[in-house]
């Protein structure tokens, strides 16, 4: 025996929303800022900043491609003189905003890795969340040499950047759970570019499926191997290049294995 009741059909609208429209709100703040595993990170990844850059008090840190400033904000909280740069305006208004609220010492700034400028260098300089290897690899070659230029000499630089033997953890289909919806991702690693992406998709409870339209990481990470990023480094002027594997203390070299590669190297003194 049925009731006769038909299930109704769940009907879809596909809409596409650029990365300022909605990717970067969605990604760096809703998503990220109700995440409790994501705050355990971000703690741990400033645990380790500190510990391997020798990170003290009244020092300054450059922290490139800083988001919505949740880890700029933890080293401030250590007096750390933070300065975060991004290159969309709404996190660097969120960043900015709630540094004001909680009466940090941090400042913000709308600017891209490729061509920013500072006043003077900085004792740290960091790029943390996986946030170098977006561009051409001539532009990320750009991108260390204008780091080099913001470090001060004597100083340290900290850079992260997706692993390319752990790559094909991110490949094919794959999905989660929030609290607006399931959020698709279709991974791709071309091993020819070794550049890793794929489309994101947010399928709301509604219908709506929200797809990736502009976005600045929308041709992928280029995922660098030590020996690729160790030459990269020393080119740009960098000295005496370091790779781990975790966040985790104490520090661990990286690994074949390794979800990670942490990239640290000095500028000389002179």
């Known amino acids: 025996m049925t009731s006769g009741k038909k299930t109704p059909v ?3 609208r596909r809409v596409e929303r650029s990365w300022d429209e909605f990717w970067a709100e969605f990604w760096r703040i809703r998503l990220v800022g109700s995440d409790d595993a994501v705050a355990w990170k971000n703690q741990q990844v400033v645990d380790f900043c500190c510990d391997v850059l020798k990170l ?52 913000f700034s709308v600017g891209d890795m490729r061509t920013f400028e500072v006043e003077k260098p900085f004792d740290r300089v960091a790029i943390l969340g996986m946030s170098f290897g977006f561009g051409t690899d001539e532009e990320n070659r750009a991108t260390l040499k204008n780091v080099f230029r913001a470090t ?29 919806g399931f959020l698709i991702h279709r991974g791709e690693f071309d091993p020819m570019t070794s550049r890793l992406g794929g489309p994101w998709e947010l399928v709301c409870p509604d219908g709506t499926i929200i797809t990736e339209g502009d976005n600045p990481e929308s041709e992928g990470i280029r995922c660098y191997t030590v020996p690729e990023m ?28 390794s979800m990670e590669m942490i990239s640290v190297a000095d500028k000389p003194k002179r």
């Open 10 to 12: 769940q009907s879809f």
């Open 56 to 107: 003290k008090r009244g020092m300054t840190l450059l922290d490139l491609g800083c988001g919505a400033g949740f880890q700029a904000h933890l080293f401030a909280e250590r007096g750390i003189k933070v300065h975060g740069i991004d290159i969309t305006p709404k996190l660097i208004a969120h960043a900015s905003t709630v540094a004001k609220k909680r009466k940090l010492g941090a400042t």
């Open 152 to 180: 001060k000499a004597g100083g340290k630089v900290l850079i992260t950047g997706q692993h390319p033997y752990s790559a094909s953890t991110h490949a094919g289909p794959e999905w989660m759970e929030t609290s607006e």
């Open 230 to 257: 160790q030459s990269l480094l020393i080119e740009a002027g960098f000295k005496n290049p370091l790779f781990y594997g975790s966040w985790f203390l104490p520090p661990s070299e990286v690994q074949w294995f």
